[in-house]
């Protein structure tokens, strides 16, 4: 309760489809699937860790940030997110990267973060 804003950087609204379908994640999901477990099952099992199912951010100001160019978390999973955000009605604004990276855009928010401070 002693948090007014939160920025999320380059989110995903689901921990197993971001790690399923990242590029950098692909080894992961090889392994989940020799073991005989689907996106389906892992969306299961990972519910809890979902941020698209821990969205109880009311009276918040919610920054996300995504990068159009994103492979690590596809850029529409943090669409994802922001749609559900609005949703809830939560007060949230999106800021969308048109040109860098998920690593870039992680850089650009640690280098120049008054870019980012929009409330």
């Known amino acids: ?18 790690m399923w379908t990242g590029c950098r994640t692909q080894h992961l999901r090889k392994s989940y699937e020799k073991q ?8 299961e099992y990972w519910y809890n ?8 951010l009311l009276n918040k100001k919610i920054l996300v ?11 529409y999973l943090g669409k994802n997110l922001f749609d559900s955000m609005q949703a809830k009605s939560l007060n949230v604004k ?10 870039l ?10 870019e980012f401070l929009i409330f």
């Open 1 to 18: 309760e002693d948090i007014n804003e939160v920025i999320l950087l380059v989110p995903g609204s689901c921990l197993a489809e971001s």
């Open 94 to 103: 999106l800021k969308e990267n048109k040109y860098l990276s998920h690593y």
């Open 36 to 43: 005989g477990v689907s996106l389906k099952q892992l969306k």
């Open 49 to 56: 860790l979902a941020p698209e199912n821990n969205l109880n």
């Open 65 to 75: 940030c995504i990068s159009d160019t994103d492979h690590v978390i596809p850029t």
């Open 105 to 114: 855009t992680v850089m650009y928010f640690y280098l120049s973060p008054e």
